[in-house]
């Protein structure tokens, strides 16, 4: 099957620690995004990689980082510099430019704070 | 600056009634407007989208209305559902490999 996993689908992370957030996908995309979801803030947006070894923050970047080595991975590091990191993430993918617009999404992860 | 504006932020329709959310957008470079519905606790799904050369497009039950000059932009669903009960997000892009930008969503309930 095509499509976008996350894993694991719940984190926990105790005061300090870094966690990851693993998202791939087989969809040959060139772009993936990382988006966190607050109730009521709707998506935003907090990494973005249009092609492998490149990627641009995006609004909220603080406190995060990520690595694009395999075109079809993008994972997501969230650092002990988040203050608030309890959310659910979204990653999501898409072709390079000119092949189509739309964003493709993963079912999520939720990450919540011990 | 908030670049797309949704509302309103939740809205209840009887079954089979006419849902509309609405949507308003700052920047006039943004060339594609895809609305995304999401169901609790799963990732959003690309519903419908509109290029800003048309005024309307429709797909099933579901409608987008664009306004250009108005830079607004809505969706309609109509003889709405219990299981159109989801979370509706609006967006918008520049041209080229770009992220969507989106409004902060509105929560619809279609109750029978």
């Known amino acids: 099957d095509g499509g976008i996993t996350q894993s694991p689908k719940y984190l926990f992370r105790k005061e300090g620690q870094n966690v990851t957030l693993s998202c791939e996908q087989n969809l040959n995309h060139d772009a993936m995004y990382w988006y966190r979801q607050d109730p009521g803030q709707g998506l935003r947006l907090i990494y973005y990689?249009?092609?492998?070894?490149?990627?641009q923050k995006g609004d909220i970047a603080e406190g995060y980082s990520v690595s694009r080595e395999k075109k079809e991975s993008f994972p997501l590091t969230v650092t002990s510099a988040q203050k608030n990191p309890t959310a659910f993430y979204l990653c999501?993918?898409?072709?390079?430019?000119?092949?189509?617009?739309?964003?493709?999404f993963g079912p999520g992860t939720r990450l919540l704070v011990l | 600056q908030q670049q797309v504006k949704q509302s309103p932020q939740s809205l209840i329709v009887q079954k089979g009634g006419i849902s509309i959310i609405n949507c308003a957008y700052e920047n006039t470079a943004f060339d594609y407007f895809p609305w995304y519905q999401q169901f609790p606790g799963k990732g959003p799904a690309l519903l419908i989208a509109?290029?800003?050369?048309?005024s309307e497009k429709k797909e099933g039950r579901f409608t987008i209305s664009f306004n250009k000059s108005a830079k607004q932009f809505s969706l309609h669903i109509m003889d709405s559902q219990p299981g159109d009960s989801a979370t509706y997000f609006c967006?918008?892009?520049?041209?080229?490999?770009?992220?969507?930008?989106f409004g902060k969503g509105t929560r619809l309930s279609v109750i029978a």
């Open positions: 999501a993918s898409s072709h390079g430019e000119g092949s189509g617009e739309t964003q493709y």
């Open positions: 509109i290029r800003p050369d048309v």
């Open positions: 967006a918008a892009k520049y041209s080229g490999n770009t992220p969507l930008v």
């Open positions: 990689s249009q092609i492998v070894n490149d990627f």
